[in-house]
């Protein structure tokens, strides 16, 4: 019975407690959940790491400006085909005519003069010397938007992935791919507010957005992700289909975008093979190599093939330029992009980065120490039966070979060789082949923007990237004959996979030395190194090496990617 009692006055006390001291209710701000704040999120290792190397206070400048697009686009002319004032002309009415305006005055300033930008101009030539051919079109944000919200009657909604979103602040439509929730009964029309889920750990580890795609938004904080959304919309659009089309139909547009947080213009069927939408970063790339005409050239890892047909227009499609890749679908890609803007001079070809040197063997013949490149092409490309004469066991093939490939010719191209469905694979090129070699490497893309999501990369995965890059650098440094010349670039702010990059090339390699570069647009590398808390050392760069290679800081005032470029002069290579 006492038991009971005491029970009986705990909850009486409860009970008033609770009565008297009602909680209060806070009323929410539209202006802080309908807008565009993100913070970036970071692996806690990898964040401590790059504060350690930038400073604090540069670190969150530079997470910030990743979160956000570049506030102009950059548009590479192909100067083989025609001239930055007819691209200027031709744009100016096409964006036009598609009902987009720049309106600077909405939210961003415009880019300053030293991107080469004329200031408040809609679309310009860049004032950068020697890259003229390269156009400038304005973009501005971040805008704020009157997303009619009252307490009463919260708009509609629609959440969209990551990737989509971050396609959406570039300039780009809303897919039904991309659509991951909606509002109860949408239909066709109908102004929605768009925001975006960012992963979230998982209960069972790995990243997620934790809930069902086709989930039904009620505009109640029992959603998913309701308060993880405040600040991450991006935007009000229109939907061209309703709740259910959006998840029934497997793509299409699922709505329109009519008023953005960053107003870009897409250059999507704008102009094919008159223009390239390439950043800042990645055309000076091309230029840091320096490629003459009549030389020979490689682009290691090449897709989506935007540097390759860079180099190939500098040489003025008069050398030879071989793509590499590793992903047949990537090959597909470059032949496509390579035939849309008319270029002659580049060959691709599928290979592994880690493979390019070619490895002979005694039994290999002359004629196979000759051929750098595979010809079974050029042997599937002749429509006539084969003689007698042309099956001549010339390089020890075998018979069962032969007539194989007889077989080939003469039932014709087979369905696995259809025109535009096969790339050519090659067993890699002898060294010492080529006069200039561009390794834009894989990597961890942390310099990519706009990037909503960091948490992935952790230090172990950055270690292992760096340690891929030394792999494919290896292979280049053999491939490049003395005398020549070799470019190393990567779309990271990692110092990782840069500076120690560069570190490694002068310590291994005696003969390599960095070269300067032209034109000289970026800011100095970092200089010291990092010490780690299971004894490893980073080595970057010595004082007197920073201003020799180029690394962009999306914070800076060039408001680009963040990019790293090192350029190398190879010597004598029995030093």
């Not at 009692?5 to 202006?31: A, E, G, Q, V, Y």
């Not at 307490?151 to 602040?169: F, G, M, T």
């Not at 002749?382 to 001549?392: G, I, K, V, W």
């Amino acid at each position: 019975m006492k038991k009971e009692r005491d029970l009986l006055k705990t909850l009486s006390r409860t009970f008033l407690t609770l009565h008297h001291h009602k909680p209060s209710i806070t009323m929410m701000d539209p202006s802080e959940r309908y807008c565009y704040k993100p913070t970036l999120r970071w692996n806690s290792e990898v964040e401590e790491f790059f504060v350690n190397a930038y400073g604090a206070d540069r670190f969150s400048r530079i997470s910030e400006a990743l979160t956000r697009p570049s506030c102009y686009s950059c548009v590479r002319v192909n100067t083989l085909k025609t001239t930055s004032d007819t691209v200027i002309k031709k744009l100016s009415v096409l964006l036009q005519e598609s009902g987009w305006q720049s309106n600077p005055a909405g939210g961003a300033s415009s880019p300053q003069e030293s991107n080469g930008l004329e200031k408040n101009s809609f679309i310009s030539k860049c004032k950068i010397p020697n890259l003229d051919y390269v156009v400038f079109v304005q973009g501005s944000g971040p805008h704020t938007i009157d997303y009619g919200y009252t307490e009463e009657n919260p708009p509609k909604e629609v959440i969209v992935s990551r990737k989509c979103a971050e396609a959406v602040l570039r300039g780009a439509r809303v897919y039904v791919p991309g659509v991951l929730a909606c509002s109860a009964h949408v239909e066709k029309g109908e102004p929605v507010a768009v925001s975006v889920a960012l992963e979230r750990p998982g209960t069972e580890g790995g990243w997620g957005v934790g809930f069902t795609r086709g989930t039904t938004l009620q505009g109640s904080e029992t959603d998913p992700y309701y308060f993880e959304r405040n600040g991450l919309y991006i935007g009000q659009g229109t939907t061209t289909m309703s709740r259910a089309g959006m998840f029934r139909e497997p793509n299409g547009v699922a709505l329109e975008m009519t008023n953005r947080v960053f107003n870009l213009p897409s250059f999507r069927d704008l102009l094919e093979g008159d223009i390239f939408l390439q950043n800042l970063p990645s055309i000076i790339t091309a230029h840091a190599l320096d490629p003459q005409e009549g030389e020979k050239i490689l682009d290691m890892c090449a897709a989506p093939g935007g540097k390759t047909t860079a180099i190939a227009i500098l040489m003025k499609d008069k050398g030879e330029v071989i793509a590499a890749d590793r992903s047949h679908n990537k090959v597909l890609d470059i032949q496509n992009l390579v035939a849309e803007m008319g270029l002659k001079c580049i060959t691709c070809y599928k290979l592994d980065a880690l493979k390019s040197v070619r490895q002979i063997d005694e039994s290999d013949s002359q004629d196979a120490r000759e051929c750098v490149e595979s010809e079974s092409i050029q042997r599937l490309e002749s429509s006539t039966p084969a003689t007698s004469e042309q099956l001549t066991n010339a390089n020890g093939t075998s018979k069962a070979e032969l007539r194989k490939n007889s077989g080939k010719l003469k039932n014709g191209v087979g369905r696995h060789d259809s025109v535009g469905g096969r790339v050519e694979r090659s067993k890699g090129f002898l060294p010492n082949s080529f006069d200039r070699v561009l390794l834009d490497a894989p990597c961890s893309a942390l310099g990519l923007r706009p990037r909503l999501f960091a948490g992935e990369d952790t230090m172990k995965s950055l270690r292992a990237n760096a340690k891929y890059q030394r792999g494919m650098f290896d292979q280049a440094v053999q491939l490049v004959r003395p005398g020549g010349v070799l470019v190393y670039s990567t779309c990271t702010i990692n110092p990782g996979e840069n500076e120690a990059l560069v570190r490694y090339a002068l310590d291994t390699y005696k003969f390599l030395s960095l070269a300067s570069q032209h034109p000289k647009v970026g800011g100095p590398g970092l200089i010291g190194s990092c010490q780690f808390s299971d004894g490893y050392q980073e080595e970057w760069l010595r004082p007197g090496e920073e201003d020799l290679v180029q690394r962009f800081d999306p914070s800076s005032p060039l408001d680009t990617m963040g990019f790293f470029i090192a350029k190398f002069n190879v010597g004598p290579k029995d030093v």
